[in-house]
């Protein structure tokens, strides 16, 4: 059985070879060895005959001999047999076993022996010998010889007796050599044949087996679920019947595969969709918790660093307030209380952010799309923030490429937001060297004209690998920079957000520890209109150096004053400004030298050499571009009726006033220089307040009697109504939550007086989600402002409407110290008094738990608890919330009383500035 | 019942019938005994069988049908075991047959036939009745005849005798003689080497004439004979075919129907005169052969054995 089972372990080529080798292997050893044994047994007996021929026929020829006792015939019979190849000795003996007569070389003595006792005793001769018995023939003469009955019986025994013996000793050199030649030629047979036979087995076993294995390749490969396999047919016969059957098969296998592919594929066609459908869900579901993965740990970033942005600057505030409230000299209280402001501007910018964050993500904000003037926009925005670089001894650089058009449409509040939040960054990030704010005319791959915003600067720099989600939200590149530089991470998220708004893009390009550019690619809206073009008036070709040690500078400088067709040379070494001076000095001089003064050359000693050194060789005008607000020239310059200064960065109307200034008026002082220019920028404008709330209604007729407008106010909704009716305004700010008709509803009567030609109108709220308000009603009004109302925001969205952009500042919500200082005094008064109302109305209307009521005593108070532009109050007022209701009636009633007690503070804060 | 005639006929029917029964128990004997011959011979033996054979056919062949004989077989074994029928003459063929006979004598004439000359001899030596015979030996005439006529030009004849043939010499010399044949006869005695025996014979002697003598031609002997006669180039006269086709270049020999045609004749004669076969006689009918290969051999100018056969009986004085 093992046996069996060891075979059927052997392939069918094994098997095949095995079963007609093995019977050729068996026969053919067997015949070979029959053959070799018989041939060997024939050799041996042909050995055995011819002895016994030699010795029989030496028997007959010497039976005469013998019987005459001739001994010499004997002899001569002997020799003959002697000479017989295979006869090594030949004797014979007489009847006694004597030898008579021998040739050769005989027995030895034993061997004698051995031959006479085996003659004796009938038995076998040593090998090799043999005998023959000589004995007398019988010769019968008579024809009757049973007649003679004599004859036998007298001489029979006589006459028939042994005479003696033949004995023959064969060689067996002969027989050995062919039993060696039998071997070698077995062997060889045996070899030849077992080889030759095994080559024919194997020819012939391949034309089974190859075949077969074909066919087992096939089946292999078909049941591997290749249905295409198919077997080469190239047998005849039973093989060739089966190769064809096989190829059927598997042809009819591959149908009903095709078949049931094919009814499968339509059978779960439709499954098969759902399920990719759902893979998609799902995949999509798997972003979306990625997503909301990585927005939980940013969210829980964010958290952490919100409360780090907010509990610091309140814990300012709550530690002076303390102080505060203990009581000390005045001249500590005011600084106790600078700080708190500061503080409580950190945090109201800190909420800002998200506020308008929350908007963006939320869609609540919308595009404006306006003519308005780029470079204007750029130079508002270094204006604004200049002085944040000078304080960091930073040069902000404005430069401005000569093909820019002079207008653009698109809206410039939300652009100025973004660049602002840009170069904000810049400076915050930039310890030393220069941000440069660059505006350049560009065709994308389409063809399409494009402006991009550069904002570049020398800062820390951002990691390559951080530079991917620098612009998600809550980001920012390491918690390291937080800690440093502070922040909510959200200024490139809104910054982001607004350009995307704005159909552009935002890209960086940043190397860690030498700078960032950050560059925006708007959409050239209005880029038909001509590039800047300003005549160059009186100072049209004159002959003008700059001097400045940032290149920047110079670039900037020098494209405004070629725009004004000035010739302009330039130089960013003081010795070669001294050299180009003198040697002009030979070929015409310069008309006017600008100046412009690095941090380090601001000092006055370097000043004054440099104004000593250049009056050695230049007398003509001199313009000094300084980067101290408040910068005097040194000793002998201030009589110096040739010099006059500003601060960087300059705008062009300033430059060119300055250039225009000649010499001997009145030195052009920085401050004094602004404050004559600045316009009043709702100069004439007809404006409807309506708004129930006396503080705020008073605010704003401050505001915007401070730009220029003249403003009439209405208590309530039919009032407003009315007084629109009556017409004349310019634009209406109509506050949502009115008596008598609301402010959704009075808009609507308006515009349906006037149709098209009703004035804009523009909704106050204080909800964060003014939006919501306005639900059913948008159409109704053409803009809206969260209240407490930012007065840049306000009086920038107004200016538009009088086609004059003012950028806003980074809005903080809070009025501007100067104008703080100018409230009047009834709001100084009011103002506590008002809020403590409206704070005891929410606690009453808490305790009745009339959520109507709640909401619309909430919306007053947060209408009013930032007008101050105190920021505590500002953070606390976003917390006045509907959600009072379900906070706890301890916690309510804390936070109320914190709100009156910040109200107090701010309170105190405005009559103490008074 | 029955009436004294038929009593009488009865009677005389009876003895009629009892008349016939005896003479039909008598008839045959008396029959049997007149003109039968009883051949007594083993009838195992081929030869017997043979000359039997031929001797029924001749017996009767020269005699008048009334005068035929009536020829009965019986094997010499049966012969000790009953007692011997009746019969006018006894043939005995052998010498088993004879010896039988001998032992166990009947009444009867007795004819030996086919019985060598020196065993007849022995026998009637111890017999007490002497026996016709006829030998089976041919007369030496014959073979110096054949030898004389074959070999015209030979006078040196020599004969290979045993001793105890010596008696037969002067005979044999007589024989010779007439036919112009110096006989030399050599003696072989007993236990001596044949071989220089034969080489003496066939060294001083043209032809060789031989007889049967159960010393001189034992087998061993008369093979190296007939070799040595062969390669000395000397011709022997043989004395039987089976001598003949041994070697000899000639030979006279009778066959077993020539045994028969000659007993045959001697029965007709018994019958004709009544007077039972006596004394003994070689055989009267006799064959001469030729061996032509060894005549060749030797260079004999041989005539044809029918030639040969007239020319001896011519010169033997016999009629063709």
């Known amino acids: 059985m093992k046996s069996t089972g060891f075979f059927r372990s052997f392939g069918i080529r094994a098997r095949v070879m095995i079963l007609a080798v093995l019977p050729i292997a068996i026969v053919t050893t067997l015949l070979t060895y029959n053959f070799t044994a018989s041939r ?50 030949a004797g014979i003996w007489d009847r006694e076993q004597r030898v008579m007569i021998s040739r050769g070389a005989g027995p030895d003595r034993a061997k004698t022996n051995e031959i006479v006792s085996a003659i004796e005793a009938n038995r076998g001769l040593p090998p090799d010998c043999y005998y023959v018995p000589i004995r007398i023939s019988d010769l019968d003469l008579t024809d009757f010889s049973e007649e003679y009955p004599s004859q036998h019986m007298n001489g029979s025994s006589d006459l028939t007796k042994v005479l003696g013996f033949a004995v023959v000793e064969v060689g067996r050199e002969k027989a050995n050599a062919q039993r060696v030649e039998i071997l070698s030629s077995s062997v060889l047979i045996t070899v030849v044949g077992l080889f030759g036979s095994a080559l024919l087995a194997l020819l012939i076993g391949n034309t089974i087996t190859e075949p077969i294995i074909r066919v087992l390749k096939a089946v292999r490969e078909l049941r591997g679920g290749n249905l295409a396999a198919r077997v080469t047919a190239r047998s005849g016969g039973e093989m060739g019947d089966l190769e064809q059957g096989l190829n059927q098969m598997a042809e009819s296998l591959q149908d009903a595969q095709q078949d049931l592919e094919t009814r499968v594929e339509e059978a779960t066609g439709a499954l098969r969709d759902t399920v990719v459908e759902l893979e998609l869900r799902n995949l999509e579901l798997d972003q979306a918790r990625q997503l909301a993965l990585r927005a939980g740990r940013a969210r829980t970033e964010f958290l952490a660093r919100m409360s780090h942005e907010i509990r610091t600057p309140l814990n ?89 058009p002079q207008t653009l449409h698109g809206d410039p509040d939300r652009l100025s937001q973004a660049i602002v939040n840009l170069v904000n960054n810049a400076i915050k990030f930039t310890q030393k060297g220069h941000v440069l704010l660059e505006a350049s005319r560009l065709t994308d791959e389409s063809g399409s004209d494009q402006i991009e915003i550069a904002i570049a600067d020398t800062g820390i720099g951002i990691d390559e690998a951080e530079q991917t989600n620098i612009f998600d939200a809550f980001s920012q590149s390491d918690s390291s920079i937080t800690r440093r530089f502070g922040g909510t991470g959200l200024g490139l998220a809104i910054t982001k957000r607004l350009c995307e708004l704005m159909d552009g893009d935002i890209k960086l390009q940043s190397t860690k520890g030498k700078g960032s550019r950050f560059s925006i ?47 302009v040379f330039n130089t960013g070494r003081w010795e070669q400004v001294l050299q180009m001076v ?73 430059l060119r006033r300055l250039l225009d200034t000649s010499p001997g008026e009145k030195k052009p002082d920085g401050t004094s220089t602004e404050k004559a220019l600045r316009p009043q920028r709702l100069l004439d404008m007809q404006v409807l307040v309506a708004e129930d709330n006396d503080l705020n209604r008073q605010l704003l007729r401050f505001l915007l009697e401070e730009e220029g407008a003249t403003v009439d106010e209405a208590v309530s909704g039919a009032v407003a109504v009315d007084a629109a009716i009556r017409g004349g305004y310019d634009v209406i700010l109509m506050d ?38 306005l639900a059913g009603a948008e159409a109704s009004f053409d803009d809206w402002l969260l209240k407490p109302v930012d007065p840049e925001l306000l009086i920038g969205r107004l200016s538009i409407l009088r086609g004059k952009h003012v950028p806003s500042a980074p809005s903080r919500n809070a009025i501007p110290a100067k104008l703080r200082k100018k409230l009047p005094t009834v709001l100084h008064d009011n103002y506590l008094t008002e809020v403590e109302r409206l704070v005891d109305q929410v606690r009453s209307n808490l305790l009745n738990e009339d959520a109507t009521a709640v909401s619309q005593s909430l919306h007053d108070l947060k209408g009013i608890v930032g007008m101050c532009g105190d920021e505590k109050l500002l953070v606390l007022a976003q917390r006045l919330t509907i959600d009072l209701l379900d906070t706890d009636s301890a916690d309510a009633e804390a936070f109320l009383n914190e709100v009156k007690h910040a109200a107090r503070l701010a309170s105190m804060d405005l009559k103490g500035r008074e | 019942m029955i009436s004294s005639q038929q009593a009488k006929q009865r009677l005389c029917v009876g003895r009629a019938c009892w008349c016939l029964l005896v003479y039909l128990c008598l008839y045959p004997s008396f029959a049997w005994s007149a003109n039968t011959v009883l051949v007594v011979l083993d009838t195992g033996n081929r030869i017997h069988q043979s000359v039997l054979r031929h001797f029924r056919e001749l017996a009767n062949a020269s005699l008048a049908p009334e005068s ?28 088993r047959a004879a010896a039988e006979l001998q032992n166990h004598p009947v009444d009867v004439p007795v004819l030996n036939v086919l019985i060598p000359q020196d065993a007849y001899r022995q026998m009637i030596s111890a017999a007490r009745r002497e026996t016709a015979a006829v030998f089976l030996d041919q007369p030496i005439e014959r073979q110096f005849a054949v030898a004389h006529t074959l070999l015209p030009t030979v006078h040196e004849a020599g004969m290979l005798l045993g001793s105890e043939s010596s008696a037969d010499i002067a005979s044999f010399a007589r024989a010779a003689g007439r036919f112009s044949l110096d006989l030399d006869v050599v003696t072989l ?10 080489q003496k014979l066939l060294t001083s002697n043209q032809v060789i004439v031989s007889t049967f003598d159960r010393e001189a031609y034992q087998p061993a002997t008369a093979k190296w004979l007939m070799y040595l006669a062969l390669r000395q180039q000397r011709p022997i006269i043989g004395f039987s075919y089976a001598l003949l086709e041994a070697g000899a270049a000639a030979s006279v020999f009778s066959t077993p129907e020539d045994i028969a045609r000659h007993t045959a004749d001697i029965v007709a004669d018994w019958v004709h005169t009544g007077i039972a076969p006596t004394g003994t006689a070689f055989p009267r009918y006799y064959n001469i052969g030729i061996n032509a290969r060894i005549a060749d051999k030797l260079g004999l100018d041989a005539p044809s054995e029918k030639v040969l056969e007239q020319r001896v009986r011519t010169l033997l004085g016999e009629t063709p």
């Open chain 2, 68 to 95: 035929a004989v009536e020829i009965r077989s019986l094997d010499f074994n049966q012969h000790k075991a009953e007692e011997t029928p009746e019969a006018g003459l006894i043939i005995t063929i052998g010498v």
């Open chain 1, 316 to 404: 300012a505030v709550v530690g002076f307030a303390k102080l505060l409230e203990a009581g000390g000299r005045p001249e500590s209280n005011e600084e106790h209380v600078r700080t708190i402001q500061r503080a409580a501007g950190q945090l109201l910018h800190v909420i800002n952010d998200i506020l308008q964050f929350i908007r963006l993500d939320a869609g609540a904000d919308r595009i404006e799309s306006l003519p308005f003037s780029l470079v204007d926009l750029l130079e508002d925005v270094v204006a604004m923030l200049g002085p944040m670089a000078q304080e960091k001894r930073l040069d902000l650089v404005l430069l401005q490429h000569n093909d820019l």
């Open chain 1, 736 to 773: 949502l939550h009115l008596p008598e008709i609301d402010g959704a509803e009075a808009a609507r009567q308006i515009r349906r007086h006037f149709g098209v030609e009703a004035p804009p109108i523009f909704a106050l709220t204080a909800d964060v989600f003014g939006q919501s308000h």
């Open chain 2, 189 to 198: 005695d007993r236990g001596a080497s044949p071989a220089s025996a034969i």
């Open chain 1, 40 to 89: 060997l047994h024939d050799v041996e007996l042909g050995l055995t005959e011819r002895a016994m021929l030699i010795a029989r026929n030496l028997a007959l020829g010497s039976e005469f001999a013998l019987v005459s006792r001739n001994v010499p015939l004997m002899g001569n019979v002997l020799q003959h047999v002697a000479n017989e190849p295979e006869v090594q000795w």
């Open chain 1, 521 to 567: 690619y708007l959409p050239c809206r209005g880029c038909s209109a001509p590039a800047l073009i300003e005549s160059g008036g009186a100072f049209a070709a004159q002959k003008i150096l700059v001097y400045d040690v940032n290149p920047f500078m110079r670039r900037s400088l020098r494209n405004v004053l070629a725009l004004w067709d000035m010739r």
């Open chain 1, 582 to 654: 003198t040697d002009a000095n030979e070929h015409g001089s310069f008309d006017i030298l600008i100046l412009g003064l690095s941090y380090a050359e601001q000092k006055e000693v370097v000043i004054g050499r440099y104004l000593s050194e250049l009056r050695r060789r230049y007398a003509g005008r001199l313009i000094l571009l300084t980067g101290s607000e408040n910068w005097m020239p040194p000793g002998s310059g201030r009589s110096d009726k040739r010099l006059s200064w500003a601060t960087k960065p300059v705008r062009r109307s300033t």
